[in-house]
């Protein structure tokens, strides 16, 4: 069994180790000359980071992460603390597996260290797909084309194979846009932050940061009203004195993050509707092709890894012949997961950006009553699924 994955992101280089060790051969191009991961933070819940442990990741990511302390919500204006997570000890006490915030490029390098030489091939832009009833042959812009028996489309919001297989899509600009910052943590030790996860509620905004790097950095996205700005690219540049601007009524600390800043990206936020399906025949789409989601659950490259863990297993028990029942399989698993993930995130870009009033009062309230002796338990849909567990169920109960 043959697999070429169509992107070497973090959905691609995942999916390439757990096809890897469910023993199928497996290539993966890259449209990109190197390996490169653009954006600054990322949040790795437990649902994914005991997926990352059990492909033998543990020491790497331990020694490039923060384990942050809390998630916390907090007041735009004075600063006041909403709602409080915890998360360290007491998230790996309840879901046996940590929370972990990461710089993107060093997440992708330790993917990337893992996936054995000669699998991975840059410079390898996909423009064409073609299948028959035995194969499925990947064309790229060079004219080579490869032959395989599965194709997957990890090949990000912009997916050219999604694009071969459905055609164009049309994503909703959500309204919104995301300043996105990287500050040397030095610049900000006078603030005296606590390796958290704050979030910063308000009026049509919102503003999130956190330590990254093995705490080198600290990661901020603002979120703002999009006017007349809507380009979706994450390597956009920013002006500095615009972000200010648009925070300028908000607390002293959320100004001092943005001010110590070099510069800042900005994307425009689009949303998209769950796919009615993921694959055609052989081929089918993982991660952000399959189910781009607004940023709002910071489980964007959490589902793609999970994608990747069941695509696996689905493709493990197939042969030359029965490869499309294995990605309907996979799909059916997987679809009304992320498309649940997908609902959630829409969600709070509301939630979150709610005017002062009786609505915002409502929901501080609401915050600071799911407090409990463990809120996190409130999120065992999310950080406690265990895809793995499900799929052993799954199989038992089948076979």
Not at 66 to 79: I, K, T, Y
Not at 277 to 291: E, M, P, Q, Y
Not at 352 to 367: N, S, T, V, Y
Request: glycine letters at 10%; charged letters at 20%.
């Amino acid at each position: 069994m043959r697999v070429i994955i169509v992107g070497a992101g973090i959905g691609g280089l995942t999916a390439a180790l757990t096809l890897l060790r469910s023993g199928l051969e497996v290539q993966v191009f890259e449209q990109a000359a190197e390996l490169r991961e653009v954006g600054a933070g990322i949040q790795i819940s437990p649902n994914a980071t005991r997926l990352l442990h059990r492909l033998g990741l543990t020491d790497p990511l331990r020694q490039v992460a923060v384990r942050p302390q809390a998630l916390q919500m907090r007041r735009w204006e004075d600063g006041k603390v909403l709602s409080r997570q915890p998360l360290a000890d007491v998230c790996e006490a309840t879901f046996g597996a940590p929370y972990y915030h990461l710089y993107r490029p060093d997440l992708l390098a330790v993917l990337a260290s893992a996936v054995p030489d000669g699998i991975v091939q840059l410079s390898h832009r996909c423009v064409g797909v073609q299948q028959s009833e035995s194969g499925v042959a990947v064309t790229c812009e060079d004219g080579m084309t490869v032959s395989a028996d599965v194709v997957v489309g990890a090949d990000g919001i912009h997916s050219a194979v999604r694009a071969l297989l459905f055609g164009p899509e049309s994503p909703h600009f959500s309204g919104s846009i995301a300043y996105r910052g990287l500050v040397p943590a030095e610049r900000l030790e006078h603030l005296q932050m606590e390796r958290n996860s704050s979030a910063w509620l308000g009026p049509d905004r919102h503003f999130v940061h956190y330590y990254v790097g093995a705490g080198r950095f600290v990661n901020f996205v603002g979120v703002v009203p999009g006017k007349d700005w809507h380009v979706e690219s994450w390597s956009a540049k920013g002006e500095v004195a615009d972000a200010l601007a648009e925070f300028a009524t908000w607390h002293p600390q959320v100004q001092q993050i943005i001010g110590a800043v070099d510069f800042t990206n900005r994307w425009g936020l689009y949303d998209r509707d769950p796919l009615d399906r993921w694959s055609v025949g052989r081929v089918t789409l993982l991660g952000d092709a399959a189910h781009a989601m607004l940023p709002f659950m910071a489980q964007g490259a959490v589902q793609s890894i999970e994608d990747a863990v069941v695509l696996a297993k689905c493709l493990e028990g197939a042969d030359h012949t029965s490869v499309p029942t294995a990605l309907r399989r996979y799909e059916e698993m997987r679809k009304p997961r992320a498309s649940q993930v997908q609902a959630y995130a829409r969600r709070n870009g509301t939630v979150f950006h709610l005017p002062d009033g009786e609505a915002q009062r409502q929901r501080d309230a609401q915050l600071a009553a799911a407090g409990g002796s463990n809120p996190l338990l409130a999120s065992s849909w999310l950080y406690g699924h265990d895809v793995e567990a499900e799929l052993s169920a799954d199989w038992h109960g089948t076979t």
